[in-house]
């Protein structure tokens, strides 16, 4: 800790992951079907802590506190926390998502209607497509075929 009292940039950017940026991904696959205008609330938020963790001056671009604090944009948090959370629900066999996928009708309606946000499920999947991870094969987990209690037996 410096002479001065102050915590160091490691510390200010561990307190602001844990108490900020946990509330901010916490279901960042529901709100993230928000308008644009309406998520760019977050950033300011986001930036004004990456400034403060970092002593950056305000008028410090963006992409440098990025650089300088090994953050991730919002919007790129966002689509990796989706991403992450479709692989897990491909690796549940019974998974409702997996199921989920909008008839025909309606994605052209979608396709007609640019303004109109698409389900997570189908931004999901075009996420994963233009990252060209749509033909990943992902190992199904039998996580709940066996309590964890039953799992191990302990011997004493």
């Known amino acids: 800790m410096p002479l001065n009292g102050s915590a160091d940039r490691t510390s200010l950017l561990r307190i602001y992951q844990a108490v900020i940026l946990s ?8 709100y ?14 986001h ?3 990456l400034r403060i963790c970092t002593g950056a001056f305000r008028t410090s671009p963006v992409e440098s506190l990025y650089n300088i604090s090994h953050q991730l944009p919002l919007d790129s948090r966002r689509q990796k926390i989706s991403a992450l959370y479709s692989f897990r629900a491909q690796s549940v066999r019974n998974h409702p998502i997996n199921r989920l996928s909008l008839p025909a009708s309606l994605r052209r309606l979608y396709a007609t209607r640019p303004s109109h946000i698409l389900p997570l499920c189908e931004r999901t999947k075009m996420l994963l497509h ?7 094969s992902v190992q199904l987990s039998d996580f709940f075929t066996f309590p ?9």
């Open 23 to 30: 509330r901010i991904d916490y279901g960042c696959m529901v």
């Open 32 to 45: 993230g079907s928000a308008r644009p205008t309406v998520l760019r609330r977050l950033d300011t938020i």
């Open 47 to 49: 930036h004004s802590a």
């Open 130 to 136: 233009d990252s060209d991870l749509n033909n990943v």
């Open 148 to 156: 964890p209690w039953l799992c191990f037996r302990s011997v004493i």
